[in-house]
């Protein structure tokens, strides 16, 4: 029994964060640990290897590692026990079990035990590194998004905002800088892009932090009722004014008003906003009186206002008003490698809500989130990864658990079967109808949002879906 072989690192915590990864080798046999060592050196990984348990865990006392590559009988303990040692120690270690003992009975026992993989001697060397290099990548990525997470919050107090890509890391200096003026923004960027979440962060990075902040989709209200809203009505306003109401206005006084989807806002309503961020005054529906607020205005849109400036939807005092400081937010297309980082932080958040355990996204899984487009953007990862998560019966996700869309299964136009008297009308009608069926499966049944990621107004797609007989269901999630 040999003593425990250990790589000179004089500082394992750095090189840990230059390095591929930090890997533990416990096993009693020097031939297995030197060629396990060597094997994953050429990968770039820093190795440290122990022969027994007792060593092991001196090792994992002292040091942090990705992975755990761990025999299962050694001379001092059963790796099985050792492995619930190690998981004590670290609820997140990763541990692959290694042994000439390929029993289905040993291996469902090293999975139940919390082991992410079981390897059976000898090993195929191709197969082994690459479930090294798909568990350590996640490790790394669940460690990275947890340090991002945690200096974001202290440093702008962005909870719920994840992102590493150069873009988003520009957009978090630039809203630092901003949020402690009283000065107007815009925020321009497609849908689901989280413009609301870069609102909050700025209100919640402002002097008025702790104040209201008030969130209005203009654009999911007709006129009549946006103004009500917004600027509130006295008794008998109109037919159903039973009772005077204070509007939104008065609500964010000394805080923050959010008006999102602001391109869709009449130009009657825009002439009173503009009148509120020229004066700061505004008056009752029906009211004769005057009222003063100190209301900071985030505008947000996903059209291009310059263009509706130009056609004559959109007053041009009001936009220049508007566009004081503009904010634009990336689609997720242009900063892929904030994926990875994006469905870890909903596979945690889902699996907690659910009280499930934790879940993990296969390599081939996390491949076909990666090259696919996302239209819908973060909303779009974060609807299909909660439909993973609460489909899912195991401790991973793979790609039965994404949309035909996102797993490459099957084609943008599917085979529908047709009468053999359909004409051309009722052929397209019935691709139209599974269109939109689909569209708004992934929207959980919003029909705004669908709208929104068809790019079409919310009265076009209602009428499409009476004319088609499309049965509405009850959303799953509210």
Request: one cysteine or more; proline letters at 4%.
């Amino acid at each position: 029994m040999s003593e425990v072989a250990v790589i000179a690192h004089p500082n394992l915590a750095e090189a840990s964060s230059l390095s591929t990864g930090v890997i533990l080798i416990i096993d009693d046999e020097a031939a297995i640990r030197e060629s396990l060592q060597t094997l994953l050196e050429m990968e770039g990984y820093q190795v440290e290897t122990a022969a027994t348990a007792q060593q092991g865990l001196i090792c994992i006392g002292e040091h942090a590692f990705d992975l755990v590559l761990l025999d299962l009988a050694l001379p001092d303990r059963n790796g099985i026990d050792l492995l619930h040692e190690l998981r004590d120690h670290d609820p997140q270690l990763c541990v692959i079990m290694i042994t000439a003992y390929g029993t289905v009975e040993n291996a469902v026992r090293a999975m139940q035990s919390g082991a992410v993989n079981f390897v059976q001697k000898p090993w195929d060397n191709e197969k082994l590194l690459a479930d090294v290099r798909a568990i350590v990548s996640r490790r790394r990525a669940e460690e990275e998004n947890i340090q991002l997470k945690r200096a974001l919050k202290q440093r702008y107090n962005f909870e719920n905002i994840v992102g590493k890509s150069e873009p988003m890391l520009s957009i978090f200096d630039l809203v630092a800088q901003v949020a402690p003026s009283r000065s107007t923004i815009l925020l321009q960027g497609e849908s689901g892009t989280g413009k609301e979440l870069i609102a909050k962060a700025i209100h919640l990075n402002s002097p008025r932090k702790d104040r209201a902040f008030v969130p209005v989709n203009t654009g999911a209200m007709p006129p009549d009722l946006l103004e009500s809203t917004l600027f509130g009505h006295v008794k008998g306003a109109f037919t159903s004014a039973i009772a005077s109401k204070k509007g939104l206005f008065e609500i964010a006084d000394r805080g923050t008003l959010f008006l999102d989807e602001i391109g869709t806002m009449g130009m009657d309503t825009q002439s009173k906003i503009l009148r509120v961020l020229q004066d700061r005054k505004f008056m009752h529906l029906g009211g004769v009186h005057e009222l003063q607020v100190d209301v900071r205005i985030i505008a947000a849109t996903n059209v291009d206002l310059k263009q509706l400036v130009r056609e004559g939807k959109f007053r041009e005092d009001l936009f220049y008003r508007l566009n004081v400081i503009t904010i634009d937010l990336p689609p997720l297309r242009q900063r892929k490698e904030d994926i990875p980082l994006l469905a870890e932080f909903f596979l945690q958040r889902y699996a907690q809500e659910n009280d499930r355990p934790a879940r993990r996204i296969t390599p081939e899984a996390l491949r076909a989130l990666l090259t696919y487009s996302w239209p819908g953007n973060v909303r779009e990862v974060e609807n299909v990864i909660e439909r993973a998560v609460v489909l899912s019966s195991g401790p991973e996700i793979g790609t039965e658990l994404l949309p035909d869309s996102i797993a490459g299964r099957g084609t943008a136009f599917p085979r529908l079967e047709h009468r053999a008297d359909a004409s051309l009308f009722d052929i397209v009608e019935d691709y139209e109808r599974h269109i939109i069926l689909d569209m708004l499966d992934k929207c959980n049944w919003n029909q705004t949002e669908a709208a929104e990621r068809f790019r079409v107004p919310l009265s076009t797609l209602n009428q499409k879906i009476k004319r088609l007989s499309i049965e509405i269901k009850k959303k799953v999630r509210d």
